[in-house]
């Protein structure tokens, strides 16, 4: 069975230090990877996704960077944080494109930035 | 870009009633509508999704419909239990920008008992 597997599962962090999220697929190969970005009561914005190991296309980057160092591992960081971008990251994957196939998101990392 | 507006912030209903949520979108274009729960503190689980060959689909006691002219879908739930209680999603994507999931801003469903 596939998993997604998200770390850490929850951050405090000051601003103006570095952030290191990750997420990872097993079960499948060459997934379609996504990061998502949940602010506290809002809706989801979708900052990233890769088809590819080695490739990442931008949506929204928020001061984010995102990269794929293996076809199942997905990272998301930034050197240094902002306050705004507390909030709920969720990963998510495809095998397919989003029309054709199953999307399932990761439980998600809640990070304070204070 | 595509939009997806989602008219409901909060819907209250009692158990056993039918609740029903709004959501229209911008690109004619856009073919694939899914709905998620999210419970609190929790993420997003797929709750039931329609493309757009279809103007109906149901699951157990979800209903989603599709009127491709005024670029409107819904989401009913029927015969509601405290247990639907939650943040409800549509989001909507096309089949040529299909890398892209646009999110409704979301509807705080509670089913009083």
């Known amino acids: 069975a596939q998993t997604i597997h998200q770390w850490p599962v929850a951050e405090i962090k000051a601003v103006g230090s570095p952030l290191s999220l990750g997420c990872t697929i097993k079960?499948?190969?060459?997934?379609?990877l996504y990061w998502y970005w949940q602010a506290t009561g809002g809706t989801l914005q979708q900052l990233f996704y890769?088809?590819?190991?080695?490739?990442v296309e931008s949506v929204v980057q928020l001061n984010l960077s995102a990269s794929r160092p293996k076809d199942d591992q997905f990272i998301l960081s930034t050197e240094k944080l902002l306050l705004s971008h507390s909030g709920f990251y969720l990963c998510?994957?495809?095998?397919?494109?989003?029309?054709?196939?199953?999307?399932?998101f990761g439980s998600g990392t809640r990070l304070l930035v204070i | 870009g595509e939009k997806v507006e989602q008219h409901e912030s909060t819907l209250s209903v009692r158990e056993g009633d039918s609740a029903v949520i709004n959501c229209t979108y911008t690109?004619?274009?856009?073919?694939?509508f899914p709905w998620y729960k999210q419970e609190a503190g929790k993420s997003l689980h797929f709750v039931i999704d329609?493309?757009?060959?279809?103007d109906r689909k149901q699951s157990q006691r979800l209903i989603v419909l599709l009127d491709k002219k005024a670029k409107r879908f819904s989401l009913h739930i029927t015969a509601t239990q405290p247990e639907d209680s939650a943040i409800y999603f549509c989001?909507?994507?096309?089949?040529?920008?299909?890398?892209?999931?646009?999110f409704g801003s979301g509807t705080q469903l509670t089913v009083m008992p």
């Open positions: 989001a909507a994507s096309t089949s040529s920008g299909s890398w892209q999931l646009i």
């Open positions: 690109d004619t274009a856009s073919s694939y």
């Open positions: 079960g499948k190969s060459s997934p379609n």
């Open positions: 890769s088809i590819t190991v080695g490739q």
């Open positions: 329609i493309r757009s060959n279809v």
């Open positions: 998510a994957w495809s095998l397919g494109r989003i029309a054709n196939s199953d999307y399932t």
